[in-house]
């Protein structure tokens, strides 16, 4: 079945950096965008933006510029989220998402289980 | 602030009807479908609904969306003690290059 596995939780200082793995399986990799969602605990679902698995082009949302990388390792089927130059607002749980259907008629589905990252 | 505009929260007692709306605008809900997710603490999001009206295998049918205009709805009858979650809207927005955007979410108790 499909399934994204995220990387465990994390603590970090400010000012360190973090990386979070979206580990994927059960389809073939290079077909299905994926979504980077973040969550602040108690609040609602940001989306941060996405990467095209089949070119490694990655879009980010407003907000989620300069400090945030998404890349990819095909050869594991695994996108990763890196945050640099953490701050304690970065603190949440940060969810991968796949995105299937087309422009407009798309949805994201399934979801890792989350990574939570606190800086303190 | 959310572009998609949820009721923070929504009540009903077992075997009620409730209904979630979810409002948004031309670029979003009005020219595209509308997904819902269900989230329980501690968990990450499900897909409940998608493509505004069809729902995921394993999804009971208690569960069913609508889209009119720039609004859409959740609706869950013969609400049951298990529904108490977090439930979000999503679409699809097409300013720009395109971004999803989310409900901010609404807590639905079961009394």
């Known amino acids: 079945q499909v399934q994204l596995v995220q990387s465990g939780s994390e603590v970090k200082t400010p000012g360190a950096s973090v990386n979070v793995s979206c580990k994927t399986s059960g389809y073939t990799f290079n077909i299905y965008a994926l979504n980077w969602v973040r969550q602040v605990p108690g609040q609602g679902l940001e989306w941060m933006g996405w990467i095209n698995t089949y070119t490694g082009n990655p879009t980010y949302a407003q907000g989620f510029t300069g400090r945030f990388v998404f890349s990819l390792d095909t050869s594991v089927t695994t996108a990763y989220l890196q945050i640099s130059s953490l701050k304690a607002e970065d603190s949440a749980i940060y969810y991968c998402?796949?995105?299937?259907?087309?422009?407009?008629?798309?949805?994201?589905?399934?979801w890792g289980q989350g990574t939570r990252v606190i800086v303190s | 602030q959310s572009v998609l505009t949820q009721p923070p929260s929504a009540s009903g007692t077992p075997g009620q009807r409730v209904t979630i709306s979810c409002s948004g605008s031309?670029?979003?809900?009005?020219?595209?479908?509308v997904n819902w997710y269900q989230q329980f603490p501690g968990t990450a999001p499900k897909l409940l609904i998608h493509?505004?009206?069809q729902r995921p295998s394993g999804v009971p049918d208690r569960f069913s969306g609508s889209k009119s205009g720039t609004s859409a709805s959740l609706a869950i009858s013969g609400l049951q003690s298990e529904d108490e979650a977090d439930y979000y809207c999503?679409?699809?927005?097409?300013?720009?290059?395109?971004?999803?955007?989310f409900g901010g979410g609404t807590k639905l108790t079961v009394l």
């Open positions: 998402a796949r995105d299937v259907g087309g422009s407009g008629k798309n949805w994201l589905d399934p």
């Open positions: 493509s505004t009206n």
């Open positions: 999503a679409a699809w927005d097409d300013t720009l290059l395109g971004l999803w955007v």
């Open positions: 031309t670029s979003n809900i009005g020219r595209n479908d």
